[in-house]
């Protein structure tokens, strides 16, 4: 979809001193400026920033009918094991089972200054083998380790939407029974 000199962008930036966060938040800058460049004059397709620091996108592009949510997730290569974070569930099942939105990651793997591959993927596209929900608020979604190939989805958005919601239900089975049994420890 994009066709653009991401490396070239990047060198404009010096990363000495930077910790993994600084160097993820100038990939995400230069990815999304790349972005809204590609498409800012373009009559489909309308271009939005982030709504809020929290919101689950990087930026958005808009169309009459239909709405993509870009998220860009970075990954240092050298580093250790990775499992980032994607989404919370509850957000997530609310724009998973919407028709005219669609959830896309933009996963960059890098070492330092420079990238090494740009994947996008809609987030029914990777397979739930792929991922993980964690106990964090309502739940969050995470990739198992991004350290790994993601295992593509080979089904319909409404059939990962399906096995989602068993995978969510799973998780707040699990939780239930763990908060049960800590409640057990109290009553003496």
């Not at 929290?54 to 050298?78: A, C, I, P, Q």
Request: aromatic content about 12%; hydrophobic content about 40%.
């Amino acid at each position: 979809m994009l066709d653009f000199p991401v490396n070239e962008s990047l060198k404009d930036y010096d990363f000495t001193g930077l910790g993994q966060r600084g160097i993820a938040d100038i990939i995400e800058m230069v990815v999304s400026k790349a972005c809204r460049d590609e498409f800012m004059f373009d009559e489909l397709w309308t271009y939005y920033p982030a709504r809020s620091k929290r919101s689950m996108e990087d930026f958005s592009l808009r169309g009459d009918k239909m709405t993509y949510w870009y998220d860009v997730k970075s990954h240092d290569l050298n580093g250790d094991f990775c499992m980032p974070n994607l989404i919370s569930i509850d957000r997530l099942r609310r724009v998973i089972n919407d028709d005219s939105q669609e959830l896309v990651y933009i996963f960059v793997d890098y070492i330092m200054n420079d990238i090494k591959e740009i994947k996008f993927l809609p987030i029914h596209k990777i397979s739930h083998q792929s991922l993980a929900i964690q106990n964090l608020g309502l739940g969050v979604l995470q990739l198992k380790n991004a350290h790994d190939p993601i295992i593509p989805f080979e089904g319909t958005k409404r059939e990962w939407a399906n096995e989602f919601s068993r995978m969510a239900i799973a998780f707040y089975e699990k939780q239930a029974k763990k908060f049960n049994q800590l409640k057990l420890k109290w009553t003496m």
